[in-house]
């Protein structure tokens, strides 16, 4: 029963799309799809309400518009992707950890709504201004 699964893993593999239907995957709390050569993920971002842990560094993910509707979202590995916008990122207010180096993310302004974070990774990003975090 599909509604069972907490955590799905599919690491490592050569997953270019996610076409299979996931509205069945209601307890879902961690997905894990890094070193694979997905490139978006809008189709999930209805389907991802329970995910807590987010793993999809080393990927070929550009954006970050399937976080639309994740409030429930703990912890997110991004890294070494091809994002450059991250602005759809404080949607997701219960955010503990963030990891997003090794891409191309300029503005990171939309950190300072994020008043759960704990742990920020950013290193190897193309940053020029920290802006005032103080709400963190």
Avoid: Q, W, Y
């Avoid at 955590?7 to 069945?24: C, E, H, V």
């Avoid at 997110?76 to 180096?101: G, Q």
Wanted: aromatic fraction near 2%; include cysteine.
């Amino acid at each position: 029963n599909a509604s069972n699964l907490v955590t799905f893993n599919a690491a490592s593999n050569n997953i270019s799309a996610i076409t299979t239907p996931l509205d069945g995957l209601t307890s879902l709390k961690r997905m894990t799809l890094s070193t694979n050569p997905l490139k978006n993920l809008i189709g999930l971002n209805d389907k991802l309400n329970t995910v807590e842990i987010l793993l999809i560094n080393n990927s070929k993910v550009d954006n970050l518009d399937f976080l639309s509707d994740n409030t429930d979202l703990k912890e997110l590995n991004a890294s070494n992707s091809a994002i450059n916008d991250i602005s759809m990122i404080e949607k997701c207010t219960n955010l503990e950890t963030l990891s997003l180096e090794g891409n191309s993310i300029e503005d990171i302004s939309k950190l300072s709504t994020l008043t759960n974070l704990k742990k920020v990774h950013l290193a190897k990003n193309n940053i020029e201004v920290i802006p005032d975090l103080s709400s963190l």
